[in-house]
C-alpha cells in the first residue's frame, strides 16, 4: 500500500504541477490543448484508482503493476457499474465535508468497504 500511496503521490503530483504550469502560460494556445489532456489523464487515473487498492487485497502476491492493469481491465469492462460506484463515491465525500469530524473515520472506511464489495461483487459476476 505505501508503493501505491507514493504512485498515486508522483502521478497526481505531476499531473498537477502540469496544469498549474500550463495556467500560467495559457497565453500559448497549444497549451491549452494539452491542459486538457492532463485533466483526462487525471480524471482517468483517479477513477482507475477506485479498484486499485482492494485489488491489491485480494492478490495472493501483491503486484502494484498488476493491480493496476486489472483496474483498468475491470473498469473498462464494467462502465456502467464502475461509473455508478465513482458517482456515489464522489457524493459520499462531499456530503462527508460538511459532517467535517467524522470524515476522516466513517467515509474512508465506507469507501474502502465499498470499493472492495465492488470487486468481488464485479468479479463474482465473471
Known sequence: SYAWFFLNLLVVGFLLFNIDFSI????????Q???GIYWV??????????YTFPFLI?????????????????????????????????ILVVISFYLYPLW???TASLIGYLTNLGVVYLLSKE
Open 24 to 31: 500560467q502560460l495559457s497565453h500559448v494556445l497549444w497549451l
Open 33 to 35: 490543448f494539452l491542459r
Open 58 to 90: 485480494q492478490q495472493d502476491k501483491p503486484s502494484l503493476v498488476l493491480a493496476l492493469r486489472n483496474s483498468v481491465i475491470l473498469w473498462f469492462k464494467h462502465v456502467i457499474f464502475s461509473v455508478f460506484l465513482s458517482v456515489a463515491i464522489i
Open 41 to 50: 489523464l487525471l480524471g482517468s487515473w483517479l477513477l482507475i484508482q477506485v
Open 104 to 106: 476522516f473515520v466513517i
